[in-house]
């Protein structure tokens, strides 16, 4: 059954870079027809879309985000990483990584399943 | 970006009962629509995709339906590990946005 672990700093100062990973297991990250992407959620909040990444390297984000987001992918380790730039007290949340279902070419569809544990990320100095 | 409006933001209800949960669309999104479950502290779970598929491994009480941008997600029989918080979430147009949730309360 395929695996979801996110790992990364659970503090990071204002203006910096915030940096996490996704390690896949029990599955490969490099099969076509998913997607890999970020979730996350504030602190007593609903669920924000960040973006996605295909095992090609093809991404698609959030424009609320694109400016300071950047979702990487590395086959031969079988994880995929998130960064988020400039961050600022805001950006505290829950971020969960997950297997998107969406295709490859069309838009429309897709579904977010499994999804890691999420790791917690709080913006303070 | 489309908005999704979930309704009502929160109800109580009893182990038996029959729920149901409401999802509008701000425009059409045919039948892409999906439906989770959290409960506390926990990741989101898949429970309903494109508006009236059941994710194996989840319970028959768990049904979808709608199309266009008014969806229903009903629990037939309310269990006690129902009670969670439900979002509905569309996959028609990039962002993807998630509803603000209902959260199924014990009465």
């Known amino acids: 059954q395929l695996q979801l672990q996110e790992s990364g700093p659970g503090l990071v100062n204002p203006s910096e870079t915030l940096s996490l990973t996704c390690s896949v297991s029990s599955g490969s990250i490099n099969s076509r027809g998913y997607y890999w992407g970020w979730i996350r959620q504030p602190p007593g909040k609903g669920l924000e879309w960040i973006g996605g990444?295909?095992?090609?390297?093809?991404?698609y984000y959030n424009p609320s985000l694109k400016s300071r987001v950047t979702i990487s992918i590395d086959t031969s380790k079988n994880h995929f990483s998130l960064r988020l730039s400039s961050v600022t007290a805001a950006d505290t949340a829950v971020y969960y990584c997950?297997?998107?279902?969406?295709?490859?070419?069309?838009?429309?569809?897709?579904?977010?399943?499994?999804w890691g544990q999420g790791t917690p990320v709080t913006v303070s100095s | 970006d489309i908005q999704m409006t979930q309704s009502p933001s929160s109800l109580s209800a009893s182990v038996g009962d029959r729920v149901t949960l409401t999802c509008r669309a701000s425009q059409t999104i045919s039948s892409y629509l999906n439906w989770y479950q959290q409960k506390p502290g926990k990741a989101p779970k898949l429970l309903i995709y494109?508006?009236?598929n059941l994710q194996s491994g989840v319970p028959s009480r768990f049904s979808g339906s709608g199309s266009g941008t008014d969806f229903t997600l009903t629990i037939s029989s309310l269990q006690p590990e129902d009670f969670a918080t439900y979002y509905c979430q569309q996959s028609y147009r990039t962002p993807r946005t998630f509803g603000q949730g209902t959260k199924v309360e014990i009465k």
């Open positions: 990444i295909y095992y090609s390297g093809s991404t």
């Open positions: 997950v297997r998107d279902t969406r295709h490859s070419t069309y838009e429309a569809g897709g579904w977010f399943d499994p």
């Open positions: 494109v508006a009236s």
